[in-house]
Nanobody
Framework: QVQLVESGGGLVQAGGSLRLSCAAS????????MGWFRQTPGKEREFVAA????????SYVDTVKGRFTISRDNTKNTVYLEMNSLQPEDTAVYYC?????????????????WGQGTQVTVSS
């Protein structure tokens, strides 16, 4: 079955950087659009970034534009989220997800498979 495993989360000071990775297995990785989402307690899961199957297109929520970069390596079945200039409001559990939809996919409902999440905590 499809398995997505996130890693790279942790505790960082404001202004710092982290790189999240999501290793995928059990699927033809290049056939899936990929996305990153985040969630804090009591709030809905929020779209962060998405990338199309071939990396041709990307999309970001406005609050992370210019600070976060999504990328993928189809030879390694891995999607990444490079996060720079982190702020306390970026604190959340970050999830990667896979979608069979074409292009960049932003709606949560259009994702078929989800990872277990990795905690990112940014201290002020």
């Amino acid at each position: 079955q499809v398995q997505l495993v996130e890693s790279g989360g942790g505790l960082v000071q404001a202004g710092g950087s982290l790189r999240l990775s999501c290793a995928a297995s059990g699927l033809t990785f290049g056939s899936y659009a990929m996305g990153w989402f985040r969630q804090t307690p009591g709030k809905e899961r929020e779209f962060v970034a998405a990338i199309s199957r071939s990396s041709f297109s990307t999309s970001y929520v406005d609050t992370v534009k210019g600070r976060f970069t999504i990328s993928r390596d189809n030879t390694k079945n891995t999607v990444y989220l490079e996060m720079n200039s982190l702020q306390p409001e970026d604190t959340a559990v970050y999830y990667c997800a896979a979608s069979l939809h074409v292009g960049v996919v932003t709606p949560t409902l259009n994702y078929n498979s989800w990872g277990q999440g990795t905690q990112v905590t940014v201290s002020s």
